[in-house]
């Protein structure tokens, strides 16, 4: 199915700008499309509270992360994990999503501003959104103002990181998660799927920007096969929380985001699932520029919604 018009006004309007594609960039001028992205953006919804802190890692160092709180009743806290392929991506240009999610869901939203590769590689940002995650948990209250349900989500790097913090918190017991919420995972490193090859893919995210992206976060081919890394890799998926997961249809990852929510199926997990065929790859994101964010924002929020029940502890 084609993508919609849009999209196609939007990738010809990008063409027009001219540069060298995303794997000719070096990382530090790939991480300036993202503020510029950001700008097209404008701002979010107002919240009741937004809330910078710096919080420890366990290798000594610090991360930023930014707590978005609603106004209104409180129904849970998502710890939201940014895309970028782990290369690219900061909390600026993640915040109009995040109000927007926290508005939707009535939900704190806190974002995690992990640790960026080459500079930091694998497993740095899996370390780092742990901790996040963790930090979250233990600050529910304070944000809160009681013990509500807590999910975790992402898109793309940040889909694969929580995917990666579901089957870490259900193998060391806790924090206790609802949901997650995977927006075109990376699941695996393939480069070979048919929805990697197929020419109609090869947009704004690539078959040469996910080798580019890999090469930088773990240059090493075993490392890439770990669970941590590939989570479709795992031998066990069962036991983790509820999923939903949404994919995109002219996107490299289409393919390996639907493998994974069969997977999870299989392993008895509850799935909610929707492939968004005429979207590409960062479509979730691209807020105000193309209409099927708001249409993935509300697929998320009403699927969330049963999910967010009281919990007692």
């Known amino acids: 199915m084609a993508l919609d018009i849009a999209t196609t006004a939007f990738l010809a309007q990008m063409a027009s700008a001219g540069g060298p594609a995303l794997h000719e960039m070096t990382p530090e ?3 300036g499309l ?39 009743e409180i129904q849970g806290m998502i710890v939201y994990i940014h895309g970028g392929g782990w290369v690219i991506g900061a909390l600026n240009e993640f915040d109009t999503l995040g109000r927007r999610m926290a508005t939707q869901t009535h939900c704190v939203v806190v974002l995690v501003d992990y640790r960026l590769a080459p500079e930091h590689r694998f497993p740095t940002a899996v370390e ?9 948990a233990e600050n529910k209250i304070r944000f809160c103002g009681r013990s509500v349900p807590l999910v975790v989500a992402g898109d793309s790097a940040g889909g694969n990181l929580s995917a990666v913090m579901a089957m870490r918190a259900r193998d060391r017991g806790g924090p206790e998660l609802a949901a997650q919420v995977l927006v075109y995972p990376v699941t695996d490193c393939d480069f070979d799927r048919d929805s990697y090859t197929d020419p109609e893919n090869q947009l704004m995210l690539s078959r040469a920007s996910m080798i580019w992206f890999w090469d ?16 479709l890799r795992a031998e066990d998926l069962s036991g983790l929380p509820p999923a939903i997961v949404l994919t995109a249809g002219h996107d490299p990852l289409r393919d390996e985001g ?41 697929f998320v929020a009403e699927n969330l919604t049963s999910h967010l029940q009281p919990v007692t502890a």
């Open 29 to 31: 001028q790939a991480r």
């Open 34 to 72: 993202g503020s510029m992205l950001e700008s097209m953006y404008g701002p979010g919804p107002d919240v009741a509270k937004v809330v910078n802190e710096t919080i420890p890692t366990r290798d000594g160092s610090e991360i930023p992360v930014r707590v978005l709180v609603p106004h209104g």
């Open 128 to 136: 780092d959104s742990w901790d996040g995650l963790v930090w979250a």
């Open 216 to 231: 930088h976060y773990a240059p090493d081919a075993a490392q890439r096969e770990h669970p941590e890394a590939s989570p």
């Open 258 to 298: 639907q493998a994974y929510a069969k997977r999870l199926e299989e392993a008895g997990v509850p799935v909610t699932f929707k492939n968004f065929p005429r979207q590409m790859h960062g479509f979730f994101t691209i807020l105000r520029v193309l209409p099927g964010s708001a249409s993935g924002l509300d």
